[in-house]
């Protein structure tokens, strides 16, 4: 309730900067096909897919975990709630995010980019799954990660439209992107305030969600084989996830300069100063790791 007139506050920065934007503007409908099935159409095959494998594991990826929006809602409502500011916010946020999932899955449908039936099956299992995490019933832990998670899922899709090798997808993915960029504002602003508010309580948070951070896709069935092909790619790696998702976050909440924190706000302060460390290690290691792979495939074409 303290943070009320922050959400209206930056609620109304959303709408006034959010741009409308439509997805079939950004499928291309005349390439599409009937399947196979009651239509009689074609089956799915292979060689239907221009796309590159990488591209199609990331984009089945990020929309599986796009697809999996009734769990966030579910979550995000039963935080925030329903009424004034924070209502206005899980709807409109909701109605953003619906707009993902439909728009890249309307592009890999029309293209023939992923066999369809291979996705909806995913897709139930995923979902049946559902989301959790372990601090889901915690509002400043909620909102330092979706503050992380919004800015990571945009350079997830950001870096997947550049893979994808063609520009129609790029263009797509990049409008999503945009959307994850405006929620990160908007939930990062939201942990600034409650930082003024209550500095221990939200370092804690912050402290408490990098330590197991992990992707929204993660239940997503292969996902340590897909993350681990994703980061040899360069679309979502440790190096990124440190410099250019938690770093910039942090800083913006000026973590390591702001007062007033009580004694538990000072070892989490401490707890994530060695978070980044350990991410640098890790960071560094797996680029020397991914190099030398690269190396070795030179070497042997
Ligand atoms: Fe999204
Ligand atoms: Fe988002």
Not at 233 to 250: C, F, N, S, T, W
Not at 258 to 287: C, M, P, Y
């Amino acid at each position: 309730m303290e943070l009320e007139p922050v959400v209206e506050k930056n609620l109304n920065r959303h709408l006034s900067v959010a741009k409308e934007w439509f997805p079939h503007e950004y499928v291309p409908w005349s390439e599409g096909r009937t399947f196979d099935g009651p239509l009689g159409g074609d089956a799915w095959s292979e060689s239907d897919s221009k796309l590159p494998e990488i591209a199609r594991t990331a984009l089945v990826v990020n929309l599986l975990t796009e697809d999996n929006l009734p769990s966030y809602h579910r979550q995000i409502a039963t935080l925030f709630g329903p009424d004034g500011a924070w209502g206005t916010w899980v709807g409109r946020w909701t109605a953003e995010e619906g707009r993902h999932g439909t728009a890249i899955r309307d592009y890999l449908t029309v293209t023939r980019a992923v066999d369809p039936v291979a996705l909806e099956r995913a897709r139930m299992v995923h979902m049946t799954e559902g989301y959790s995490n372990n601090h889901d019933h915690e509002i400043l832990h909620t909102l330092a990660y979706v503050s992380f998670q919004e800015l990571a899922t945009r350079i997830s899709h950001r870096n997947t439209g550049k893979v994808t090798g063609d520009p129609t997808c790029e263009a797509l993915l990049a409008k999503v992107a945009a959307d994850e960029n405006l929620h990160m504002v908007f939930y990062r602003n939201l942990l600034a305030a409650a930082f003024e508010l209550a500095p221990g309580q939200a370092m804690r948070a912050v402290a408490d969600v990098l330590a197991d951070f992990q992707m929204p896709g993660a239940g997503i069935e292969g996902f340590a084989r897909k993350s681990v092909a994703i980061a040899l790619a360069g679309i979502y790696d440790l190096r990124q996830h440190r410099d250019e998702v938690v770093v910039p976050v942090l800083r913006q909440w000026d973590v390591f300069n702001l007062s007033g924190l009580d004694a538990d706000g000072e070892i989490a302060r401490e707890q994530v100063a060695a978070h980044l460390d350990t991410l640098e290690q890790q960071a560094s290691r797996f680029e020397e790791r991914r190099a030398a792979r690269a190396a070795r495939l030179a070497a042997t074409s």
